[in-house]
């Protein structure tokens, strides 16, 4: 109960509540047999960690008062190059274990390789000077290829 008394909602936080009370019942309303669905829950939930990570990103760049563009686009280009590594490595006729050492082995390179994307945009930002907007906007159109 003290953690419930603790919670101070903002008129803006109210406000967000209630927008997303007033979508989520005309949804319901309108399209009863298409939104009120499993599946189409299970949907919103896979898309939303996504974007939930993309928010935590973005949140660490906001907390230093800055900037990034590039976020989506360094996601798009390690989730692209993940994938190439999974297709040329993993078959149908690869043995099991071999399959998980892929996978991991993917996963530690499409993870190194979005370290290597924000390193870039740390020297730029930090090292050269450069505004954060112009730095991530230049490398979002480099990432996105």
Request: a positive charge; aromatic letters at 6%; charged letters at 10%.
């Amino acid at each position: 109960m003290n953690a419930i008394k603790r919670i101070k909602l903002d008129q803006k936080t109210i406000q967000l509540i209630m927008i997303i009370i007033v979508l989520f019942v005309g949804m319901a309303i309108l399209q009863p047999e298409r939104f009120l669905r499993p599946a189409n829950f299970h949907s919103m939930l896979i898309q939303m960690t996504e974007l939930g990570l993309y928010s935590l990103c973005i949140g660490i760049c906001y907390f230093s008062r800055s900037i990034d563009i590039s976020i989506v686009s360094i996601g798009n280009l390690v989730g692209i190059l993940c994938g190439m590594l999974f297709r040329a490595r993993i078959t149908p006729e690869t043995p099991q274990s071999s399959v998980i050492a892929y996978i991991l082995i993917a996963v530690v390179i499409s993870l190194l390789i979005g370290a290597l994307c924000g390193l870039i945009n740390g020297t730029l930002v930090a090292g050269l000077g450069i505004f954060p907007i112009l730095a991530t906007l230049g490398t979002h159109s480099i990432f996105m290829g």
